[in-house]
């Protein structure tokens, strides 16, 4: 599909115009094919596209040709050989563990996961018979001592929501290859712009497109990416017959959102060093993690896998859930809100909201704390950013 210069384009021409395949009309940007069927010249057509021998469409369930279009960029944007587009995040995590799994199989999972990942792993898959092991995603000690021979799966994100512990993808890599598992990475936070974990051996990639792909709190979205055969043979079936197949439109609008992501995330990323170091300096502040700093303890796997610290910083506050409290509600820009990667500056509390579910035990061990919050920084101007954290922090000491 697309163009197929993967090679030659470096990423900035990539996402603007990977996977660009353009109709008769030779419409700039790329057309949006909002429908659901599509129709056959003969019934001999018909019948070689369903044996496999005419690579056109069948079905919008299938795949469709704008949707298409965003999985090819997104693939050269990876540097993974193929993708499939699901209807969120969620859906791309939970199709990439079951189409691979089965009754009897092992897991080895982070700890720290985001809130429905954690339900994925710890609820969901044990109910099919499937077998799951948390780790300190930190430690390699306890991914060699969890990671056996009848482990088929590894997951985990990096950096992790919303502590931000970084796993080394390479090291964990190795582990789980060297008895035929596959590595399974959610690389939300990272997005393709920061961090490839194909690079660092990593088979499968997970990202949700409603972070800061869109970027700007327009539509839900998810893929999954790895090499032709797993996506080929071991996942398209299952998203095919099951059915969170992305919606053209959205596809469309993450098209558009994949042009300008790097510029996006550059100035978010300037914006959360910024605000990051001044965090660090004030009193009503306990404790600031973000990669970036030179205080954050896993410097040196931010060098080797990312190559900048990214939008979010998790900090604690002095005291506990009452400042916590009075910090998210004294602030006037930026947006008490559960999401993250957007162009407004949102802040959460997930003791609270997106780590509620997993249980105060569960918090505890990864570090959540009721004096958490987790900023996602946004597009506006820094400085009002830094006037408007300034307040609201001189409001609770
Ligand atoms: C948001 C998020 C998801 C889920 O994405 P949705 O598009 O909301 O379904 C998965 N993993 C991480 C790390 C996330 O932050």
Not at 16 to 35: I, K, P
Not at 243 to 256: D, H
Request: proline share 3%; hydrophobic share 40%; aromatic share 8%.
């Amino acid at each position: 599909m697309g163009n197929g210069k993967k090679s030659a384009w470096r990423p900035r021409t990539r996402a603007v115009r990977a996977g660009l395949d353009r109709s008769h009309h030779g419409e700039t940007s790329e057309a949006l094919y909002l429908n659901s069927g599509f129709v056959y010249d003969t019934a001999e057509q018909a019948e070689a596209r369903f044996l496999g021998d005419d690579d056109g469409f069948i079905y919008s369930r299938y795949g469709n040709p704008t949707v298409a279009m965003f999985e090819e960029r997104l693939a050269q944007l990876d540097g993974s050989e193929a993708c499939f587009a699901t209807t969120s995040g969620m859906s791309a995590v939970f199709a990439a563990l079951l189409c691979q799994l089965q009754s009897g199989d092992h897991v080895v999972g982070s700890r720290a996961l985001f809130g429905s990942c954690h339900y994925i792993l710890t609820q969901l898959l044990p109910r099919y018979g499937i077998e799951v092991d948390l780790v300190d995603g930190a430690d390699l000690e306890q991914w060699k001592s969890a990671i056996g021979g009848s482990t088929k799966c590894v997951f985990f994100e990096t950096p992790s929501n919303p502590t931000l512990d970084l796993i080394d993808i390479q090291a964990v890599s190795h582990l789980a290859h060297a008895v035929g598992a596959r590595v399974v990475v959610d690389n939300v936070f990272s997005t393709p712009i920061l961090q490839r974990p194909v690079e660092f051996g990593a088979d499968v990639v997970v990202y949700s497109g409603t972070k800061h792909m869109d970027g700007q709190g327009r539509i839900l979205g998810g893929a999954v990416l790895g090499d032709r055969a797993f996506i080929d043979d071991v996942l398209m079936n299952f998203l095919r017959h099951t059915g969170p197949s992305m919606s053209a439109f959205n596809a469309w609008v993450l098209l558009k959102g994949l042009e300008t992501m790097e510029l996006r995330l550059a100035e978010q990323c300037a914006n959360a060093q910024t605000l990051a170091q001044m965090l660090e300096d004030h009193g009503a502040v306990a404790r600031v993690i973000y990669p970036g700093l030179d205080s954050f303890p896993q410097r040196d796997l931010v060098e080797k896998q990312m190559s900048a610290g990214g939008s979010v910083i998790t900090f604690d506050l002095r005291g506990g859930k009452t400042e916590a409290f009075r910090f998210l509600n004294g602030l006037d820009i930026v947006d008490i809100s559960n999401n993250l990667g957007d162009s407004k500056s949102l802040i959460t509390h997930p003791a609270t909201t997106t780590h509620r579910a997993v249980g105060p035990e569960e918090r505890a061990k990864v570090g959540i704390g009721d004096s958490m919050v987790r900023l996602s920084v946004g597009l506006e101007d820094p400085a009002d950013l830094e006037d408007d954290l300034r307040a609201a922090l001189d409001g609770i000491v």
